[in-house]
């Protein structure tokens, strides 16, 4: 299946994407670790079944020296011994905040404790924000069928640039 629009060829759309990696590249620029900011976009790409943001976040992680067994194991992190106590509650945290219509109280407090226990201010911006910004990006990608499979490490900065 063809994409159903090209959000690279539409002037609102690349005005808009600029702004919108403007936002990342706050996240990118943070104390946040680069290789949590990629395991947690994954993970939400992937529970929202974005084939594009899949791709994308983990090829940018291969790139920056993410091993494969832990981007393989990111969708298991639970049942994984390859992540960080730091990494997992960052992980929940994704799952939560992108599942928020699958539980009433959205962030549980026991996710949101084992954030503060292992992230400081800074960080937990980042990361709130790194979820909030993924999900979008995933929505937008899924909501015009942009698939995944062509894409390559630096690509989204190149064609914004």
Sequence with gaps: MDARFDMFANEIA??????????????HQSPLPRSTQELVSL????????GWCIDMHTKEASAAGESAVRLNLVAAWRESTVFSEAEQAALALAEE???LADAHEGVSDETWAAVRKH????????LVALVALINAA?????????????YEPGMFAAALG
């Design 97 to 99: 905040g992108t599942r």
């Design 43 to 50: 993970r939400a790409s992937q529970i929202n079944g974005c």
């Design 138 to 150: 995933n929505r937008m990608a899924v909501i015009v069928h942009q698939r995944g499979g062509s």
């Design 119 to 126: 992230y400081d201010d800074d960080q937990i911006a980042a």
């Design 14 to 27: 690349v005005k808009f994407a600029k702004r919108f990696a403007n936002a990342g590249l706050v996240i």
